[in-house]
């Protein structure tokens, strides 16, 4: 069997299955076979259609439906091994069902690999002889409740933290559990920081770009803003969206995507009056946008005869 070569940027035009670089670098997640960490991907990706359907129980959470069947076709293995592949991730705390009834399919939901125990141990994970662990993983909801709206600035019991040069501040309410909630925000902002500035490659964006670091901070800044916000809905253009949905989108953003909005931006020509709007909008809409800009250039040279 024999394959083209990829010219140019072509490989840019294909639909990939993003599977968490940190479920291979992180020690926690190292017992997990490469199954199933291919499979936590391919759920993530399905998570992506249940919010744009409005899949999501009496507490705004959202599930899938993704039976041991479409685990058997997508991977090309047994029912048994499908069985195993899917029982490892609900063991380690990475997925959790919940039973409809004898005719129904079993609803998934996809725990955030972001948060959970902090020394990679879960309850009966496997291989793990540890003992059995307390889990601790929280949904996305529960992490971003009341006490981590990035965008209130008005109350005077605020702190501040310093990524780069932009300052993004972040709002408490009161309560007995102060102190906690304050260190748990904390804690899942700088999750969330190093996972951004992972999937966008953000040291090597500002290696090949030295004279758009600043840039480059600002963007990451307004990705992590949304990523972290407490709100139900953003604006994005002109229409109010699902700040869910936005969500998930800014978390499939990589270094392809902010290369293009660096070329967007450089290319643009009209004034733009208000700069946060208009990278919220450019980013979310990057991961549309791009293949189709790409595929253009690539059909515009192919007839011009560069390739």
């Not at 759920?43 to 992506?48: S, T, W």
């Not at 507490?59 to 029982?87: F, P």
């Amino acid at each position: 069997m024999t394959f083209e070569y990829f010219y140019g940027r072509e490989s840019d035009l294909f639909s990939f299955i993003r599977v968490p670089k940190a479920l291979f670098k992180e020690e926690r997640f190292k017992r997990l076979s490469a199954e199933s960490k291919l499979l936590y991907g391919l759920l993530l990706d399905r998570m992506c259609l249940s919010q744009e359907n409005g899949w999501l129980d009496e507490e705004s959470r959202v599930y899938i439906v993704y039976t041991i069947e479409e685990v058997q076709d997508t991977l090309s293995c047994g029912s048994k091994k499908a069985v195993a592949i899917m029982k490892e991730l609900e063991e380690c705390g990475l997925i959790e069902k919940k039973r409809q009834g004898l005719s129904k399919p079993n609803l998934i939901y996809v725990k955030n690999f972001t948060t959970g125990p902090p020394d990679g141990k879960f309850k009966n994970c496997q291989n793990d002889n540890s003992g059995v662990v307390e889990k601790k993983t929280q949904e996305l909801s529960e992490l971003q409740s009341n006490n981590t709206d990035l965008n209130n600035t008005d109350s005077s019991d605020t702190d501040s933290i310093q990524f780069s040069s932009n300052p993004i501040r972040l709002h408490w309410d009161d309560g007995p559990h102060t102190e906690q909630n304050r260190r748990d925000a904390m804690d899942t902002t700088e999750q969330y920081k190093r996972l951004i500035d992972d999937n966008i490659s953000l040291d090597i964006l500002k290696e090949r770009y030295p004279h758009e670091r600043d840039f480059l901070d600002e963007i990451a800044a307004i990705i992590l803003d949304v990523v972290c916000s407490s709100k139900d809905k953003i604006l994005v253009g002109r229409e109010q969206k699902s700040m869910n949905l936005v969500k998930s989108q800014f978390l499939k953003l990589n270094s392809m995507h902010i290369e293009y909005v660096l070329e967007r931006m450089n290319k643009n020509t009209t004034e733009i009056t208000n700069m946060r709007q208009y990278l919220i909008a450019v980013l979310y809409n990057a991961p549309m946008t791009m293949d189709a800009h790409y595929k253009a250039m690539v059909n515009h040279d192919m007839a011009e005869g560069l390739i």
